[in-house]
């Protein structure tokens, strides 16, 4: 039988918990005042078809998205496997987390990085209170995939890489 612990009892274990799903990296990103502005978030997921949303997740103490909740649009890019140094960088409380990064601003000002797998532009649908998060509705109306990229994956509280299942021998 499972042993339920209470979450009060050990805060450390519903982090442990959360890192054992995987989940994609992804940099949220626009220009303000001309100057690239982003942060990385694990916390992406697809919401709907039609309309096309998705959601990202940002920590109430975020010094960063208070500089993005409110413009017209932002970049949405789902980094690749070789993005893990980058991933650190864009989420670095302190310097240019965009000192050496291939980016490009689309025409409405979102900002996508080089390399990524997808790149999705999106204008800010709805903000969700959720403990000490706000669930942010993203609506897609341009994008670009490459799927032949591999994403990057953090699981584990460690970046990680797909790898292809391996075929069993046949008896």
Do not use: K, N
């Not at 442990?16 to 990296?25: E, K, L, R, T």
């Not at 996508?112 to 959720?130: M, N």
């Amino acid at each position: 039988m499972v042993e339920l612990r209470p979450v009060a009892d050990d805060p450390g274990a519903l982090r442990q918990a959360y890192g054992c799903f995987p989940s994609g990296v992804t940099a949220v990103c626009a220009l303000v005042d001309g100057v690239p502005v982003g942060l990385a978030a694990s916390s992406f997921t697809s919401v709907s078809m039609d309309p096309p949303l998705v959601s990202v997740c940002v920590q109430h103490t975020s010094t960063t998205w208070p500089r993005l909740r409110d413009l017209g649009r932002v970049g949405v890019s789902v980094l690749g496997e070789g993005h893990d140094v980058l991933a650190r960088q864009i989420a670095a409380r302190t310097g240019d987390r965009f000192a050496g990064v291939s980016w490009e601003a689309g025409a409405e000002g979102g900002v996508f990085l080089g390399g990524a797998t997808a790149w999705l532009d999106c204008t800010i649908e709805r903000h969700v209170p959720a403990g000490d998060h706000d669930i942010v509705l993203l609506r897609v109306h341009t994008l670009s995939a490459d799927p032949d990229i591999a994403p990057l994956i953090f699981h584990g509280s460690r970046f990680r890489q797909l790898a292809a299942p391996r075929l069993q021998d046949a008896a």
